[in-house]
């Protein structure tokens, strides 16, 4: 099972470097399918395993706060200008 998470990190992480570098952005179909594909790990990983629901129920209601509270940060983040530069001026700096 480990195998697979690390098979699916892997995967998309070199998919979303390679288009960061190549075009200079990150699609949502990136974004959005890593969320998905952490939620599917995270609901195979925990309820594979013996918990009782109470600890089901914590464990679940844990990820969505912190993937809630993930994209409330970058939103914000991205709504106030940082990082919007990043990559393009990284990429204008690398070139000379």
Do not use: C, P
């Amino acid at each position: 099972m480990f195998a697979y998470l690390i098979a699916g990190i892997i995967a998309l992480g070199l998919v979303t470097s390679y288009e960061d570098i190549t075009i200079g952005k990150i699609r949502n179909v990136w974004t959005f399918g890593a969320v998905i594909y952490a939620f599917l790990m995270h609901i195979l990983v925990t309820y594979t395993t013996q918990h009782t629901y109470k600890e089901l129920l914590a464990l679940t209601s844990e990820f969505a706060a912190v993937i809630l509270l993930s994209a409330a940060v970058g939103f914000a983040l991205w709504n106030w200008g940082y990082g919007r530069q990043g990559t393009e001026s990284f990429l204008q700096r690398s070139q000379y």
